[in-house]
């Protein structure tokens, strides 16, 4: 049984139409229904094209089409937009528009050496040659994934390149992409993307060739229209022409690839300023219930790039809980939340972690590890196979007296004395040296014949520099023998070499550094906390999970489980178009989320809506249970504004924006039939409003909304200059406010609350601001800590005053004035 809103877009008959459909809005269902209705009006199904993103939603839609529509229909094909460029690439080349080419997909082995010629080739010396050489993987993946960017468009590979934000030593990925392009058309080649690139090329360059092609359906239905690049874009218009209705479906909220090319405009405005359409909604989920429902709606709310749609819990649709946890560092509460799940009956596979980097995925594995609950990494590498990791791993035999007797794991197939070599050099890479790997080899030969003195030679094709850095990391290491204590031996070893700064600095892309560094912190601090930290017992443990605490197969089905009984852990950008009975969010720090590393050129405003949808996407996966993590939580009396917390040190200001206190209070009154809506009007409970209108039409008649006089900062907007008290430091008033937090001035003392501690710790004192606003008009006395307005630069905090001069705060930054010329532009 359809809905009333769902029924409206399956009677669509005129026109072009655009349906944004909110996360668990059951569009597979409405679409299905909309195609057959098409065919029972009569369509032919040739003239119908139903376009999905991926392969594997192209094949739940044709499963679920066919068993609606019964063995004896003819039905539409469906198709991605790959295969769809695929068939019309090969009808091109077939009458010669295009050059006759293999249609089998490059192989990523072939594609990737020739990338490594094609950079090699455009590499500007010879020191930037061997870089490449030295560290292929990190070369090769960032030019893989500048190469795709490139063909999602028809614009020049320049234009990419700018638009991707990539820093200047990647300069010359624009020449490497040409050369490569020269051999991929001698070598007759196509990957993926060029089964769209290549005719759409060929396309824009002939509109006789364009005409002819277009007009050939009836119908285009396409689906994720908010994952459409430039490029689908174009060849869509192409086909469609001007006989073609075109129904897209999608949710600009859910717009997460954006490093494909994506753009949330698709939905919100390309598609209407080339077609003009009716706008249909399908707000009703039916995945998760109110809880959820209205939290996500109050995060996504705060993003401009949308559609002002609300996500309503359908009424068919089973409560949520959603649980926010203190994040600790020995990660006990990962395995305490699955372990709790279980008790309420859900199996492993029915949980599933959502990492925003696989950083963030170390200290989780690792927790699930020691207290042994199975676990599948899905699309990145175990912990204890990282690179990184595995020298921290002999860094440990070193240590244990173990290091001249590798493994018979390592030693497989090699001599023993190669195997030895090659952990050395392994160990030499890892620690930034800045010297060609040809080079470290050498050393790594000589250091397993001669031991650590071999540091100690001089090599002609070093500086002085590398030399120093090669002596004291022979120091570091013999010192490392004599350690017996295994946490504190690595952190001596990782400072000693100041080898985190070294890897952020020195990685390809932020990103990558930033991975490394935290894989390697969070392993360190894994080992830190065992009891035994002798180095044979911390092997022992090591050697024990590696064989039996992880579960390496299994396969993801279209709903998200896996086909074995283990907790899934993978990112937030490859749940898209999943759900789990159980989500847990690992990291949600102001660090992490809204995750800010790399050099993306994106205004700031936009960048941080990117990431509020990410992690809308990654909340919205859930049906019955929603595990947020995050550190800080148990701060009861702030920060210190003398020395800030680091971003990693504080939950994220996202957690503010659910208000997630105010969504389950709404929640459990919906659920009592018999409750009143104690609700703030106005401010942030607006969208809580907007909820409540749409549920329960008449919940304001029971006269239960609350005066703003006793409300808390949870359903309040706290602003610049508001009184609030503490339990411990008693009035205090903002004086400062960013988007991480609020800086509160009390009497003797500056504390800072990041927002969701203020939601919780700080009661709002109205009436004691309204005092004092009172009194500072009329004696025109500033103090510190007084906020003004200004016409020009807003609200300020007074930060000093004296018989001439006045210096305020304002978010643009510091102002003095004179305060016979500020008096001009005071307002109050």
Request: net charge neutral; with cysteine; aromatic share 8%.
């Amino acid at each position: 049984m359809l809905t009333k809103e769902q029924q409206r877009v399956t009677r669509h008959r005129r026109g072009h139409a655009r349906v944004t459909a909110v996360a668990g809005a059951g569009k597979t269902t409405t679409m299905v229904r909309y195609v057959l209705e098409r065919l029972r009006d009569g369509m032919d199904p040739r003239l119908i094209r139903v376009v999905m993103f991926n392969k594997a939603a192209q094949e739940d839609f044709s499963r679920k089409l066919r068993e609606a529509a019964g063995a004896n229909t003819a039905l539409p094909p469906v198709r991605t937009f790959h295969a769809m460029g695929r068939n019309l690439a090969m009808s091109l080349a077939k009458e010669g528009h295009l050059p006759s080419f293999d249609p089998s997909p490059l192989g990523e082995a072939q594609a990737r050496l020739e990338m490594l010629k094609a950079l090699q080739a455009s590499a500007g010396t010879s020191a930037q040659r061997s870089a490449i050489y030295d560290e292929q993987q990190q070369w090769l993946d960032t030019f893989a994934g500048f190469v795709d960017l490139a063909k999602s468009t028809l614009a020049a590979p320049e234009s990419s390149f700018i638009a991707g934000g990539y820093p200047e030593q990647y300069q010359l990925f624009i020449e490497a992409f040409a050369r490569f392009e020269q051999w991929r058309k001698r070598a007759a080649r196509v990957s993926f993307a060029d089964f769209l690139y290549d005719p759409c090329r060929v396309i824009a360059a002939d509109p006789a060739l364009a005409e002819f092609l277009a007009n050939r359906v009836e119908l285009f239905v396409v689906d994720e229209f908010q994952d459409i690049n430039d490029i689908q874009f174009f060849m869509l218009k192409t086909l469609a022409g001007e006989r073609a209705r075109l129904q897209v479906v999608g949710d600009a909220d859910q717009c997460i690839y954006e490093f494909r090319g994506a753009k949330p405009e698709y939905m919100l405005n390309y598609f209407g300023d080339s077609y003009p359409h009716q706008h249909y909604e399908m707000s009703r989920t039916f995945r998760y219930g109110h809880q959820l429902a209205l939290a996500a709606a109050q995060l996504i709310s705060h993003n401009q790039r949308r559609d002002p749609v609300l996500c309503i819990s359908a009424a068919s649709a089973a409560p949520t809980n959603v649980e926010l946890c203190l994040q600790t560092a020995d990660g006990a509460a990962f395995a305490q939340a699955c372990e709790a799940a279980c008790a309420a009956g859900h199996r492993y596979s029915d949980m599933v972690f959502l990492c925003r980097t696989w950083a963030q995925a170390a200290p989780v594995e690792l927790a699930l590890l020691k207290r042994g609950i199975p676990n599948r990494v899905m699309g990145g590498s175990r912990v204890l196979e990282r690179g990184e990791v595995k020298v921290l791993i002999t860094l440990i035999r070193l240590m244990a007296g173990e290091f001249l007797e590798p493994s018979a794991e390592q030693g497989a197939g090699v001599d023993g004395s190669d195997a030895h070599s090659r952990l050395l050099f392994d160990v030499l890479k890892f620690c930034e040296l800045k010297i060609r790997h040809e080079v470290l080899r050498g050393y790594a030969e000589r250091i397993a014949e001669f031991g650590f003195t071999a540091l100690q030679r001089s090599e002609d094709s070093l500086s002085i520099y590398q030399e120093k850095r090669l002596q004291r990391l022979g120091e570091v290491l013999t010192d490392l023998q004599d350690e017996h204590l295994v946490g504190r031996g690595l952190n001596r070893f990782i400072a000693q070499l100041d080898l985190l700064t070294l890897m952020r600095d020195n990685a390809l892309s932020q990103e990558d550094g930033e991975n490394r560094a935290a894989t390697v912190t969070a392993f360190i601090e894994f080992v830190a906390l065992q009891k035994d930290q002798s180095p044979a017992a911390v092997l022992g443990m090591l050697a024990a999970l590696s064989d039996h605490g992880g579960t390496e197969t299994g396969e993801i089905l279209p709903g998200g489980l896996a086909t074995v009984n283990a907790v899934t852990i993978t990112t937030m950008h490859r749940s898209k178009g999943l759900e789990w009975p159980v989500v847990l969010l690992p990291g949600l720090s102001a660090h992490y989320m809204p995750y800010q590393a790399g050099n993306r050129r994106r205004q700031e405003r936009d960048q941080i809506e990117a990431e509020r949808r990410l992690m809308y996407v990654a909340m919205t996966r859930a049906i019955d249970a929603l595990y947020l993590f995050a550190p800080g939580l148990d701060v009861k009396n702030g920060w210190s504004t003398e020395r800030r917390p680091e971003l990693h040190q504080l939950p994220s200001p996202f957690l503010a924006e659910m208000n997630l206190a105010l969504a389950q209070r709404v929640a459990g009154q919906l659920h009592d039939a018999n409750s009143l809506f104690d609700l703030v009007k106005g401010g942030v409970a607006n969208v809580a409003e907007r909820y409540l209108d749409t549920v329960v039409p008449d919940w304001q008649s029971s006269n239960a909304v609350v005066d703003s006089n006793t409300s808390t900062f949870g359903t309040a907007r706290l602003l610049l200059g508001a009184w609030c008290k503490h339990i411990t430091y008693g009035d205090g008033r903002v004086i400062e406010l960013d988007e991480q937090g609020v800086c509160i001035q009390f009497s003797g003392q500056r504390r800072f609350f990041p927002h969701l501690l203020a939601q919780r710790l700080l009661q709002p004192v109205l009436a004691l601001e309204s005092t004092r606003v009172s009194e500072d008009l009329a004696t025109r006395a500033y103090r510190v800590g007084d906020i003004l307005e200004h016409r020009k630069f807003g609200r300020g905090a007074v930060l000093a005053v004296d018989q001439r001069n006045i210096q305020l705060k304002f978010s643009s930054g510091m102002k003095t004035f004179r305060l016979a010329l500020f008096e001009a532009d005071y307002l109050h």
